[in-house]
């Protein structure tokens, strides 16, 4: 049953083909066997997971099922779930669990979805390989010695492997993403204000926004619809009606024009990933979009502003892991000072302390206006350059990720050489446009992964244009060895 | 150093990498403060890329989709949680979070 | 030491905490005296993933004040973050305003002494309030209530217009008075709802650039806030005087000993890195917003001081005690209903004997026993003779302590004054025939013995005889 969609899984429960209880096991079954092995969860929720499929299964016989009724889902450790912990991949949250459930985590419940466990990620989702997290890296299902991305590294692994129909993440500067794109599944990035931060842990909140992972664009369609909308305690969501993502899959999408940015095609993309690129794009012609070139001149500017913006954000958000309320205090600090000194220091990991340093120095005294400021102001220029590139075209369209996944350790050395990983994600979040990764070719046996970028609000579009491209290939139906 | 005239950055002395620690209160190994440098300088390069253009003309933006904020309506809408809402605290008596001694 | 030489430049910063039911961007309470904690709920214990939205009602507040105080309200401000670390502070930053506050400009026009003075007003800001810390509750431990956290405050920076201690308490007194009359503050000072920071330096006379100025804190009082700013000035001169320099710090005024001392000094400066919130979007506010707010705004103690003195022809400490909070002077205006009032007999008696009654017992004017009404009757029977001045405090007494209103009790108590001359002449006649050696004095000479003998029969009478027609009579019998 680990290999049917949502749609199918919803007509399987229906027809009482299997329980919501005899799914949630098989699939914590494989999680326990598979998912260990590639160390995609921090948490496990076996007992809550049971109730809750039990819980759905009453709601199958009394006929009041929401959408989701009994489809397991893995939520990223980055959103809080009342009662389990919250660790955000980090030693500092390790003991936290949090009062509330975040909006996100509480909207797909509300649907009927049951929550097997919380996946690994990069600590505070500073990452781009996984290689971040306080439990240590997660393993590409298609090849255990390579990493699966990040920062949503455990989630796009434990549905790539088959491990769960979905999972839930976040993206900042490309983390659902770059990981869907290393691991081989569809992931998707909403506007910014789309789908409710709260109770998602903050790391940059003028970029973070929640995701989805899947299979498919279906499956995908069906959980944003479920987590998607306005909450009045989010003060940046924005009030405004969802639209019906899955219906608006089967409808007329009208004819295509896709924009083609010669920046998307820069020296540091691997020639064999440009190819399957191309690949894909003459695909979309051959089905009869149009294809126009266009360019993006700012987008170099990307990553530098991206590494200004967040940090910032990152240095103040973060200042409230300071041992007294909750998380991590280190022992013995004899005065205030040490207490949060040690317990900061010892409680983050290197990644996380680099990039609250270089925050803290882009907003301190005398480098405010030549690092902080110029950064917003870049990020003006690079939105401005994709919307208005988005009123000649529908989408964007290009690599996610310049490279295939990459060998554990590879680019571990270096913080810019891992910062490059995210070259053509991060304008996507500076601009808060809704992009997402479909899964388009494979080279070495690698997963490659086309991005679409859409403008503001054009969920149901993209996952439309995206769902075409399913319809009529097959790279998203792979499965890695050993998770078949 | 890169100052706001924008010249390329020469990273972060000693000093200032203690100072910025300090502000973030982090407590710094001396045995990683080289590395520590030699990455931050790294990073700075990267980001001072930023200088190819003039942005003399452009306003900041600070947040992606430009709409005002919204209001709540002044109601109570929480209750005390204390008990719940201590349960992970490091150290607490009588409902009070407990630290070392803050002398003003 | 010759003060004469110098000038102080003083400049104030008050934090009004604005009157709201829920916290500035939480829904928790805003009571005072919770238990520790309480009061603080996830968003004001920055725990992860919780957000801020802005209480609108706060808001409100703000743009009341600017309004009040003549200034531009902004129809576009923006929220931004003061990081710092504290152990009170739970985000390692207070939400506050930075380049785009709420309100700018504006002044409020004080008088001292006689002299007027315009007080210009930089700006007002919103920001939350941080939490308390108490230290040596527990051995060795500062105690951290959080129940304050996320208050809303209405930060009030004030131009460095003012040039003594006395213009610096005016300036404030007349800001509690606004803040009081637009509702927006309890402006209870023991609690914290009301708090001065003052910025002080001095320079000799003429010269135009300001000197090194100090910031002093924890000045909780009216009082305190005089001596304190006293205290500083004349500090600051004598260091300058011996040749010394004055030293740009933070002092905290230990009021026990009328002292001030510098605050343990920071091993550097602070560094707030201050950004706009990415947690919140931009206040827009339009025209019609502020409009509403400002047909809505109350007659401003400024004005009503004014006319309190041209229409009422009150005194002007007098207008200003009354106009000091808006109930007392709603209170007194609902006197004046009837025809022929008096108001300056009605300030006397509104700010003197009830004044003293509300004082001894620490009530406000609207948890009077004595309504309005009840004053007004008291003082239509003062004016028509029916009682006299000493008899009416007994009436005010009666009706304090529930007796009814001043006819009732005046009644009730037989306390209507005797004017009839026969009986008057016969109650003289009593007193100066028990007092033959007093009779006698006076007749030789010591008129001031008349005094005595009124005072006699006044006692004589329980207070009933009218006092002047006693007098006359009296003079006249003895100098017959």
């Known amino acids: 049953m680990h290999h ?67 489809i397991p889902v893995v939520h990223k450790d980055v959103f809080c779930t009342r009662g389990v912990r919250t660790s955000c991949g980090s030693r500092m949250l390790d003991n936290f669990v949090a009062p509330y459930d975040a909006t996100v985590v509480e909207r797909a419940r509300r649907q009927g979805m049951v929550m097997l466990g919380k996946a690994n990620m990069d600590e505070f989702a500073m990452g781009s390989s996984n290689e971040n997290s306080f439990y240590g890296p997660v393993r590409n299902p298609w090849d255990r010695e390579r990493v699966p991305g990040g920062s949503s590294g455990g989630s796009a692994a434990a549905v790539a492997a088959r491990l769960v129909p979905a999972a839930t993440g976040t993206d900042t500067g490309g983390s659902v993403r770059q990981p869907a794109a290393l691991c081989g599944v569809t992931g998707i990035k909403p506007t910014y204000g789309r789908v409710s931060r709260y109770g998602l842990v903050a790391y940059a909140s003028s970029l973070d926004q929640a995701g989805v992972f899947a299979r498919s664009v279906e499956d995908a369609a069906f959980v944003l619809e479920a987590i998607a909308g306005y909450d009045e305690r989010d003060s940046t969501s924005v009030d405004r009606p969802v639209e019906n993502y899955v219906s608006a899959l089967e409808e007329d999408a009208g004819p295509l024009r896709i924009g083609v940015a010669r920046e998307f095609f820069g020296s540091g993309l691997d020639p064999a990933v440009g190819d399957a690129i191309e690949e894909a794009l003459s ?13 993006i001149p700012s987008l170099e500017l990307a990553i530098p502003a991206y590494y200004v913006v967040a940090p910032a954000e990152c240095s103040s958000n973060l200042s409230r ?66 919307r208005e590139a988005l009123r ?84 998203h139906q792979r499965v890695p060895a050993g998770c078949e | 150093m890169s100052g706001p005239a924008g010249i390329p950055s020469a990273g972060v002395s000693e000093e200032e990498l203690a100072h910025i620690a300090h502000l973030a209160r982090l407590a710094l190994d001396p045995r990683e403060v080289p590395r520590l440098r030699e990455e931050l300088a790294r990073i700075l390069a990267l980001v001072d890329e930023m200088n190819a253009i003039d942005t003399a003309d452009l306003s900041p933006m600070a947040h992606p989709v430009e709409t005002a904020q919204r209001l709540r309506r002044d109601e109570v809408g929480e209750e005390d949680r204390r008990e719940l809402l201590q349960q992970g605290a490091p150290e607490v008596e009588d409902g009070l979070y407990l630290v070392p001694r803050v002398v003003d | 030491m010759d003060t004469s030489r110098w000038e102080a430049v003083i400049g104030l910063e008050l934090h009004a905490q604005l009157a709201t039911r829920s916290k500035i961007f939480s829904g928790a309470p805003t009571g005072y005296g919770a238990p520790p904690n309480r009061q603080a709920c996830a968003v004001d214990l920055g725990l992860p993933g919780v957000l801020p939205v802005l ?136 609690e914290g709802s009301f708090r001065c920071d003052a910025n002080v330096s001095v320079r000799r006379r003429g010269e135009h650039a300001l000197g090194t100025r100090t910031e002093l804190k924890n000045l909780n009082s009216f009082r305190f806030v005089e001596r304190a700013i006293r205290h500083e000035i004349d500090r600051q001169i004598a260091v300058l005087e011996s040749g010394g ?81 808006r109930h007392l002077a709603n209170y007194f205006e609902a006197t004046l209903g009837d025809e022929g009032a008096d108001p300056r007999l009605a300030a006397h008696w509104v700010t003197g004997e009830l004044g003293a009654h509300l004082n001894r017992e620490g009530r406000d004017i609207s948890a009077s026993p004595v309504s309005p009404e009840m004053m007004q009757g008291l003082l239509r029977r003062l004016r028509d003779g029916t009682v006299s001045g000493p008899v009416a405090k007994e009436v005010l007494k009666a009706m304090w302590d529930g007796e009814g209103d001043a006819d009732h009790v ?10 009839d001359d026969d009986a008057l002449s016969r109650l003289v006649d009593d007193v100066l025939d028990a007092h033959p050696d007093q009779v006698s004095q006076f007749r030789s000479g010591r008129q001031k013995v008349l005094g005595y003998l009124v005072g006699q029969a006044m006692k004589a009478s329980r207070g009933k005889a009218n006092p002047q027609r006693v007098n006359a009579l009296m003079r006249a019998r003895l100098t017959e």
């Open chain 3, 245 to 325: 320099t004055v030293v740009q710090q933070t002092r905290h005024y230990d009021a026990e000993r009328n002292d001030t001392r510098p605050l343990r000094d920071k091993e550097e400066a602070n560094d707030y890195r201050y950004f706009p919130d990415p947690d919140l979007l931009p206040v827009e506010i339009d025209d019609a917003f502020v409009e509403s707010i400002r047909s809505a705004l109350p007659e401003l103690p400024g004005d009503r001081r004014r006319r309190f003195v041209a229409d009422y022809g009150l005194g002007l400490d007098e207008a200003r005690l009354l106009t000091s909070d």
């Open chain 3, 55 to 190: 209480n609108g009602t706060a808001l409100s507040m703000a743009v009341k004040f600017g309004l009040a105080v003549g200034a531009t309200v902004a129809r576009h401000s923006v929220f931004a973050r003061k990081n710092y670390f504290y152990p009170d502070l739970p985000k390692g930053y207070q939400i506050s305003q930075y380049e785009l506050p709420i309100v700018e400009g504006g002044a409020v026009h004080i008088s001292t002494e006689g002299a007027s003075r315009r007080v210009g007003i930089t700006r007002a800001h919103l920001e939350e309030d941080a939490g308390k810390s108490v230290h040596d509750v527990v051995s060795g431990r500062s105690a951290i209530d959080l129940n304050r956290a996320g208050i809303p405050l209405l930060e009030i920076v004030s131009e460095p217009d003012m040039r003594s201690a006395a213009e610096a308490v005016a300036y404030m007194q007349e800001v509690h008075a606004i803040v009081r009359y637009l509702e927006i503050c309890d402006g209870n000072m023991q």
């Open chain 3, 410 to 419: 005046i009644e009730g108590r037989g306390l209507r004054q005797v004017n």
């Open chain 1, 4 to 70: 049917l969609s949502i749609r199918q899984l919803k007509e399987a429960l229906l027809a009482r083909d299997f329980s919501c209880e005899e799914l949630a096991r098989s699939h914590l079954e494989r999680l326990v066997r598979i998912g260990a092995e590639l160390n995609c969860l921090v948490s496990l929720t076996e007992e809550q997971a049971l109730a809750e499929a039990r819980e759905a299964d009453r709601r199958l016989i009394r006929g009041d099922c929401p959408a989701l009724n009994g």
């Open chain 1, 392 to 475: 000649e075209v529908d989408v964007i369209v290009g690599p996610t990720s310049p490279f295939t996944a990459f060998r554990l350790g590879e680019r571990a050395g270096d913080p810019v050489t891992m910062y490059r990983c995210d070259v053509y994600t991060t304008a996507v979040n500076l601009a808060g446009l809704p992009a997402i990764s479909l899964p388009a070719g494979f080279v070495h046996g690698l997963p490659v992964g086309l991005q679409i970028i859409g403008d503001h609000f054009s969920e149901a579009r993209l996952l439309q244009i995206a769902h075409r491209f399913q319809s009529t290939s097959d790279w």
């Open chain 1, 321 to 386: 892991y300071d041992g007294v309320r909750y998380g991590y205090r280190s022992a013995g600090a004899r005065d205030i000072e040490t207490l949060y000194k040690k317990s900061r220091s010892e409680g983050f990991g290197a990644e996380v302390k680099r990039r609250i340093l270089v925050g803290t120095y882009a907003l301190s005294s005398g480098y405010y206006d030549a690092y902080y400021l110029k950064a917003q102001k870049i990020r003006r220029l690079i939105s401005a350059e994709l």
């Open chain 1, 283 to 295: 695909h979309f012609e051959r089905h009869g979009a149009g294809r126009r070139d266009i360019s």
